[in-house]
């Protein structure tokens, strides 16, 4: 398995921007797909965005056209760029490695906290 260590998270203001970083602890290359999860208190976890090793990406709708999900493979590292952030992206936001969509997932980073206020 990897090892996942996100950072970037803290609290920012509404339409404000926060740039997370995922360090792995060996190479992402060959990892099928990675991703950003967050968890909302009292919701479910939930998908944010993913990435394959083809660069093909998904969102979730409520992040579609803000979040901007990219690895760099020389760095083995996953980011996820988040612009006009709103007050409810407020979360614990969790990288993670798997496979089918990360409907499987293999890794997952201890998580960091990101909170905008409105």
């Known amino acids: 398995q990897v090892q996942l260590v996100e950072s970037g998270g803290g609290l920012v203001q509404a339409g404000g921007s926060l740039r997370l970083s995922c360090a792995a602890s060996?190479?992402?290359?060959?990892?099928?797909?990675m991703g950003w999860y967050r968890q909302a208190p009292g919701k479910e976890r939930e998908l944010v965005a993913s990435?394959?090793?083809?660069?093909?990406?998904n969102y979730a709708g409520s992040v579609k056209g803000r979040f901007t999900i990219s690895r760099d493979n020389t760095k083995n590292t996953l980011y996820l760029q988040m612009n006009s952030l709103k007050p409810e992206d407020t979360a614990v936001y969790y990288c993670?490695?798997?496979?089918?969509?990360?409907?499987?997932?293999?890794?997952w980073g201890q998580g960091t906290q990101v909170t905008v206020s409105s």
């Open positions: 993670a490695a798997g496979y089918r969509s990360l409907t499987i997932v293999t890794s």
């Open positions: 060996r190479s992402i290359f060959s990892l099928n797909t």
């Open positions: 990435i394959t090793t083809g660069d093909s990406t």
